[in-house]
């Protein structure tokens, strides 16, 4: 069976909704590991050979986070930027090759705002882009995202579905 990391990258999960109920319908199946990035580096100084281990010991990388200016938050990209180093990720080393990246994340604009002609004129997979392309540059298979867009109206109902429709994304992520 492959295994999954989840790298949970929300600044304040404490107060999170959506995130923190994700977190949780995820964190006890069997074969994946939930790390909270910002819980696990307050300062900010990433363990990048540690991080580097876990995603060797994984076969698919979950990354959840909540938009943040049309972006992901600030300590994941670090990570990203730490961690996917050259000679490792690429450069002469291929450490994540064959492996599978997708992202799961959430917004508080409605769906609607996200679509082709809608408020932002982006959907959330222009938006999220940067990180399929991370997965060609660095040979990783790259699924299709996650998203619960609408905290603005979110429902308990709908978190709920959602939550349930996520604890299968992340079961059965990357072995189709
Ligand atoms: C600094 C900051 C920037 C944000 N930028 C966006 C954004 O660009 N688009 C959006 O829909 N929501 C934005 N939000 C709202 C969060 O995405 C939203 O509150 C979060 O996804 C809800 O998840 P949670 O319940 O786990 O916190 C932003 C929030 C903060 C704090």
């Given at each position: 069976?492959a295994?999954t990391?989840?790298?949970v990258?929300?600044?304040?999960?404490?107060?999170s909704?959506i995130n923190?109920?994700?977190?949780?319908?995820?964190?006890?199946?069997?074969?994946?590991?939930?790390?909270?990035l910002?819980g696990?580096y307050?300062?900010?100084?990433?363990?990048?050979?540690?991080?580097?281990?876990?995603?060797e010991?994984?076969d698919?990388?979950?990354l959840?986070?909540?938009m943040?200016w049309y972006?992901c938050?600030?300590?994941?990209k670090q990570?990203?930027d730490?961690?996917?180093?050259p000679?490792?990720a690429?450069?002469?080393?291929r450490?994540v090759?064959?492996k599978?990246?997708?992202?799961?994340?959430?917004?508080?604009?409605?769906?609607?705002?996200?679509?082709k002609?809608?408020?932002?004129g982006r959907t959330?997979?222009e938006l999220t882009?940067?990180f399929?392309v991370l997965?060609?540059r660095?040979?990783m298979?790259?699924?299709p995202?996650?998203?619960?867009?609408?905290?603005e109206s979110?429902?308990?109902?709908e978190l709920?579905?959602?939550?349930e429709?996520?604890?299968?994304?992340?079961?059965?992520c990357?072995c189709g």
């Amino acid at each position: 069976m492959a295994n999954t990391l989840v790298v949970v990258a929300h600044p304040d999960l404490s107060n999170s909704r959506i995130n923190a109920a994700w977190r949780n319908a995820i964190e006890s199946l069997p074969g994946v590991t939930v790390i909270d990035l910002y819980g696990r580096y307050p300062d900010g100084k990433i363990d990048v050979a540690a991080e580097q281990r876990l995603i060797e010991a994984n076969d698919r990388i979950v990354l959840q986070f909540p938009m943040q200016w049309y972006n992901c938050t600030p300590l994941l990209k670090q990570w990203i930027d730490d961690v996917f180093a050259p000679g490792w990720a690429y450069g002469g080393g291929r450490a994540v090759a064959g492996k599978t990246l997708c992202i799961a994340v959430s917004t508080y604009s409605k769906a609607s705002d996200y679509e082709k002609g809608g408020r932002y004129g982006r959907t959330l997979e222009e938006l999220t882009s940067p990180f399929e392309v991370l997965a060609f540059r660095v040979e990783m298979l790259y699924q299709p995202g996650f998203f619960l867009s609408g905290l603005e109206s979110l429902s308990d109902e709908e978190l709920a579905i959602s939550t349930e429709q996520y604890r299968e994304f992340v079961a059965s992520c990357g072995c189709g």
